[in-house]
C-alpha cells in the first residue's frame, strides 16, 4: 500500500495539546477509542504491541512546563527514583501480537499477567 504520510509540522500540530505525563495516557486512549469507532470493520484495526525497558539516567528534575518533579517510580506500591522505563508501542487496534526481548523487567510483565516467557516456552494468545 502507498499511503501518503503527513508532514512532522502537520503531526507537530496535531500533538502539541497532548499533554504527555508518566503511568497511563487517559488522553491517548481516548484518542484511540473515536479513532477506534471511524475504522472500517474488517480493515485497519489489527495491531501489535512491543515492549521494551530502556535504562534511564537516575534524577528527580522539576518540569516547569507541568509544574511537577518527573523521576519517581510510578508503580503502584513502589517508591523511589526510577532507573528504568517501561516503553509500549502499539500499533492497530485489535491485539494480534504482543512481543518483547526478554530482559528481566520484561519477564517480570510476562509473569504479571501469568505466561511462561523463556527460550523454549510457547504462549498461545491471551483472551
Known amino acids: 500500500m502507498k499511503l ?5 509540522r502537520t503531526l507537530n500540530f496535531h500533538l502539541q495539546n497532548l499533554v504527555f505525563k508518566s503511568g497511563v495516557l487517559d488522553e491517548i486512549i481516548g484518542f484511540l ?4 469507532e471511524s475504522l472500517n470493520q474488517d480493515f485497519g484495526r489489527d495491531c501489535m504491541v512491543a515492549f521494551d525497558e530502556i535504562y534511564i539516567k537516575a534524577g528527580v528534575d522539576y518540569c516547569v512546563y ?5 523521576g519517581g517510580i510510578t508503580l503502584p506500591k ?3 527514583v526510577a532507573t528504568k522505563a517501561l516503553v509500549i508501542l502499539v500499533g492497530g487496534l485489535i491485539l494480534l501480537a504482543v512481543t518483547s526481548d526478554m530482559g528481566s523487567a520484561n519477564q517480570a510483565v510476562w509473569k504479571t499477567f501469568g505466561k511462561k516467557a523463556g527460550r523454549k516456552c510457547q504462549t498461545k494468545m491471551m483472551s
Open 4 to 8: 501518503p504520510l503527513p508532514a512532522i
Open 33 to 36: 477509542k473515536i479513532t477506534c
Open 66 to 70: 507541568s509544574g511537577t518533579y518527573i
Open 78 to 80: 513502589h517508591e523511589g
